[in-house]
């Protein structure tokens, strides 16, 4: 007999998302859908604006990757000119947006995922010594002492005698899928908690240089707003980038003594997850982080590999790359808009088709990226394949220790690194390229000093827009992964925009060939020990970190008030 298992809306992410599963009798899921449960219309908005202003529309896609979508729209626009950007500006996005991703990288595992995999309630069992000699001997954190885990431990019992387990208060505590002894629950509590004070020192370094966080203040088609001059308290000078780079250092001990060890050793009693999930596994990734004015050379590669096959390795040069700009193209088929053919972003549509729920017929307001025709999985564990195909150094240093702590603390000395991919496996993915992004914050903030010492204190050069139609793709190695936005320019106004997001490429419906989208195909065979309980459903999808809001949006075409929010 087959069960019919609905989540809607899947909780802990950003956005409205709705999964349906069927589970056959062997408990294991036959059938899937991901539905995005809003229509995104901005896209509909920016049609005739001046293209220099979509940044502020396209930031408010999400209320989390606000600075992704900022930063990806300037490019697209400045891309559409042919413009130059001077590298003081290049630098400094490249600050905020590396920040902003280590910060998200932290939340995503800490708060909005670890609970997934460790049993809260547990902890209140643990021996707080035994958890700190755990702790103090997978590294040198130094919040991993005996009172600091006692304090944790005491804590969380006031919450429960208090009744103001917050967070914790629904979470499947108990449930015969959690496997982590009370100790190694302890640890994983006590980091959340100390996560939500470390991930705000990211948020710094982003409002410090972008005026505000969240949503930027600073960026401009052409460059930045930000001045540079040594000499003055009121723009940026060395004053605020020493401020910043104590920040930095304080994100680096926790990411690399904390973050990089927890996820391996948390992973290592549930090596079983490696064998779930894995789902599409043709990954895709752009290159990033932009170190000269023509947007040529990059500190961080992109490229595409075929059914997780690193010899197949294709590299993507630039954001201009003919290879990426003419592979991409969505569906509708599966999707609420008029039309089924898959369409090239430049000639993309979004007209709303609402049918309702329909198993074999449209049931997503997210439409369905597919590369060459092919569906492609996009995110952490697509970017760390591909640097480590590409040769990246750090990639395959952190890759290397993750593995080494993976294989230390389950006692398993062959664990190959096809492991990763799986649900688990995402989870590793996004920690070693935490560390990479930790390496290339510090690299890009040294680089922009010496610039600056150099002598060069260009921010911004003015756009000038042409005559007739141009277009302009605009890329970033996002959070979730490969982000693209799309204009279509006539007459110095939007003719059309399109923007392919990275939890478009996951969480799309069936494609055009009606195969299925990166979650639907990570589900099948998946576990389900109780139906009313699908923990295992949860941790398969939000091992991908969803953040719904970018894919879909809602607007009301009669004005009417959806929500009064009162400010107390």
Known sequence: MTTRITVDPVTRIEGHLRIDVEVGDDGKVTKAWSSGQMWRGIEKILVGRDPREAWLFTQRFCGVCTTVHAITSVRAVENALGMEVPVNAQLVRNIIQTAHAIQDHIVHFYHL??????????????????????????????????????????????????????????????????????????????????ALEVQNYANKIVAALGGKSPHIQNLAVGGISNSINMDSQSVLNMERLMLIKGWIDKLDHFVKSAYMTDVPAIGAFYLDWAGYGKGVNNYLSVPDCPQDAAGTLFDLPGGYIENGDLATFKPIKTHNDAYFRDGVAESSKHAWYHGEAALHPYQGETEPNYTDFQDEGKYS????????????????????????????????????????????????????????????????????????????????????VDNIAAGDTDTFNPPVFPKGEVQGLGCHEAPRGALSHWVVIENAKIKNYQAVVPSTWNSGPRDQNDELGPYEASLMDNPVADPKKPLEVLRTVHSFDPCIACAIHMVDTEQKEIVKVKAL
């Open 113 to 194: 995922s670890a609970v997934d995999w460790v049993d809260v309630v547990s902890a209140l069992d643990a021996d707080p010594k035994k958890t700190a000699q755990l702790a103090e001997s997978l590294s040198d954190w130094s919040l991993n002492g005996p009172h600091e885990m006692q304090a944790v431990q005491d804590r969380l019992k006031a919450f429960v005698q208090g009744g103001q387990l917050g967070p914790f208060s629904t979470g499947y505590w108990g449930h015969p899928a959690m496997k982590l002894p009370p100790e190694v629950n302890l640890l994983g509590v006590a980091h959340y908690l100390q």
């Open 365 to 448: 307001w997210v439409k369905a990226p597919t590369f060459y025709g092919k569906r492609a999985q996009v995110g952490p564990l697509a970017n760390v394949f591909v640097m480590v195909a590409s040769g990246h150094e750090g990639a395959k240093k952190y890759l290397d220790e993750a593995m080494g702590t993976l294989r230390g603390v389950s006692g398993n000395a062959d664990i190959p690194i096809a492991a990763l991919e799986s649900t688990i496996g995402r989870h590793a993915a996004r920690a070693v390229r935490c560390a990479v992004m930790m390496d290339t914050l510090k690299e890009q903030w040294q680089k922009l």
